[in-house]
């Protein structure tokens, strides 16, 4: 049986929907539609970026030597990332759920976070949604952002451009293009997250816990295909009536 339609926000706040993972490339909305998922839940939204650098400020064994490890110049290692994230897990706002946010990114994370939830007396695995982007929808909305070095206004010069060509509405200045948002560095961006992604991807499909939305839809009909599934799957798991 599936959730033909998503709940209002207050009944959604007494669901358990268990972990919750949007995988996605650079551009596809996944960012802020974790955000919208977290609010329509009342789950926390966790950010191994957020959470690194929680560690290192409170100065937590973990964040210590992560910081070490940063200082190197080097990437903070799988124990280390998945250390801070058991930690943050053990959170009571994790209870009901949880919407992770860039992990895991590897195939040896997600089996880590399978055998952790295990481990805790979770037999909930996570939701995986894919918001499937096209290539060069993908690349329109990356390489065509520009900004107005004066307000700081963002544009796409095609999908939300100003109103005369390179110039901003609001006060006349000639807009720029960062270097990181031009095609060539944009295009082995989306090519590296691929290679990152498939394997993921084809885990968590094997597995039977991969959805998937048209994340070229409006942000409210993405939206909306999210919820769905996320509710799809707590009705599966008995969690949701």
Not at 178 to 193: A, G, T, Y
Request: net charge neutral; with cysteine; aromatic share 4%.
């Amino acid at each position: 049986m599936q959730a033909s339609t998503a709940t209002d926000m207050a009944t959604a706040k007494n669901i358990n929907v268990g972990p919750i993972i949007l995988l996605g490339a650079p551009g596809a909305g996944k960012g802020t539609q974790a955000k919208l998922v977290a609010r329509q839940y009342g789950i926390p939204h966790i950010s191994t970026g957020d959470i690194l650098r929680e560690n290192v400020a409170r100065d937590t064994d973990l964040g210590r030597m992560a910081k070490a490890v940063m200082e190197r110049g080097d990437l903070v290692s799988d124990d280390l990332v998945n250390g801070m994230v058991a930690e943050r897990l053990k959170q009571p706002d994790c209870d009901r759920g949880f919407i992770l946010d860039g992990f895991p990114r590897t195939v040896v994370q997600a089996e880590w976070l399978d055998a952790e939830l295990t481990a805790r007396g979770n037999t909930r695995r996570p939701v995986v949604i894919s918001v499937d982007v096209s290539y060069n929808q993908l690349l329109q909305r990356l390489t065509g952002r520009r900004s107005c070095p004066v307000d700081g206004k963002i544009y796409n010069i095609y999908l939300q451009p100003p109103t005369n060509q390179n110039i901003c509405d609001v006060c006349g200045s000639p807009l720029v293009q960062r270097n990181d948002d031009k095609e060539e560095v944009i295009s082995e961006r989306l090519k590296s997250n691929e290679r990152r992604t498939m394997p993921l991807e084809e885990y968590y499909q094997k597995h039977g816990r991969l959805y998937r939305v048209n994340g070229e839809l409006s942000v409210e009909q993405v939206t909306a295909d999210i919820f769905r599934a996320i509710e799809s799957a707590a009705v599966a798991a008995g969690t949701h009536d």
